[in-house]
Nanobody, 124 residues
Framework: QVQLVESGGGSVQAGGSLRLSCAAS????????MRWFRQAPGKEREGVAA???????LYADSLKGRFTISQDNAKNTLSLQMNTLKVEDTAMYYC??????????????????WGQGTQVTVSS
């Protein structure tokens, strides 16, 4: 099983940018469908974006154009570039993995291998 550790969260003003990273160990990211999820207080965990070894990228419709998922196989690291951040982007962000390629149901949060999360807070 791959182990995942997120970093890069913090506090930023609305309109700003952050780049999250997820370092993997124990296995190669290219063997997995890698995802970012987020969970705001009082809300369900929601899928943000996914990427697999084919380079397929999938996004939540509401986040297309502002967030970009990428993967550096040489560094075994997953990233999420978040631009034009909004107050409603405030949440704990998690990376998650499942073996194989991403499917149209990539945003289901069950049966995945999770990191511990990194907090993103956007202020107005």
């Amino acid at each position: 099983q791959v182990q995942l550790v997120e970093s890069g969260g913090g506090s930023v003003q609305a309109g700003g940018s952050l780049r999250l990273s997820c370092a993997a160990s124990g296995d190669t990211l290219s063997n997995y469908c890698m995802r970012w999820f987020r969970q705001a207080p009082g809300k369900e965990r929601e899928g943000v974006a996914a990427i697999d070894s084919r380079g397929t990228t999938l996004y939540a419709d509401s986040l297309k154009g502002r967030f970009t998922i990428s993967q550096d196989n040489a560094k075994n690291t997953l990233s999420l570039q978040m631009n034009t951040l909004k107050v409603e982007d405030t949440a704990m962000y998690y990376c998650a993995a499942s073996r194989g390629r991403c499917s149209p149901t990539w945003f289901y949060a069950r049966g995945l291998n999770w990191g511990q999360g990194t907090q993103v807070t956007v202020s107005s």
